[in-house]
């Protein structure tokens, strides 16, 4: 298995927007299936070579865009995450919530892109005296 180049940086998380990891069972990885007859997430175990072959795609994707991302890719994550006993035919169900979670990640991104490095500037309510800002933005305008 090739290794990930540790230099570039995770642009998102998807093994916690996917919710990869079952909290009711103190964060361990078990089948991502939703059980009705239980109502609640199936609480199956998944073998653990699947359990690895998952996490890596999914810290591969971490690299990149999360647009990127191939449904070849959600459906390969999809087989390895859900248990083999009853949850496979879940599959496309997966790759569907995670298509809408990976647009709403990448609007995310996106948005963070917009603002580079900047914190959002919080007024406290009912604040005066912005007019600083006002009176800068005139000085520089009009040179280009
Ligand atoms: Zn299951």
């Not at 919710?19 to 609640?40: D, L, M, T």
Request: one cysteine or more; a positive charge; charged letters at 30%.
């Amino acid at each position: 298995m090739p290794s990930i180049p540790s230099s570039s940086e995770a642009r998102w998380d998807p093994i916690k927007a996917f919710s990869i990891h079952n909290h009711e069972k103190g964060g361990a990885v078990s089948c991502v299936g939703w059980a009705p007859s239980k109502r609640r997430r199936c609480q199956n175990p998944i073998a653990a070579q699947n359990r690895s072959a998952a996490e890596y795609l999914l810290k591969d994707m971490s690299y990149r865009d999360p647009n990127t991302v191939t449904d070849a890719t959600l459906e390969m994550i999809a087989g390895y995450s859900l248990c083999r006993a009853y949850h496979q035919n879940q599959k496309a169900e997966m790759v569907r919530n995670w298509k809408n979670v990976i647009t709403g990640e990448q609007r995310a991104l996106d948005r963070s892109r917009a603002q580079p490095s900047r914190p959002l500037e919080r007024l406290p309510r009912g604040a005066r005296g912005t007019s600083k800002s006002r009176h800068r933005r005139k000085d520089s305008k009009g040179r280009d």
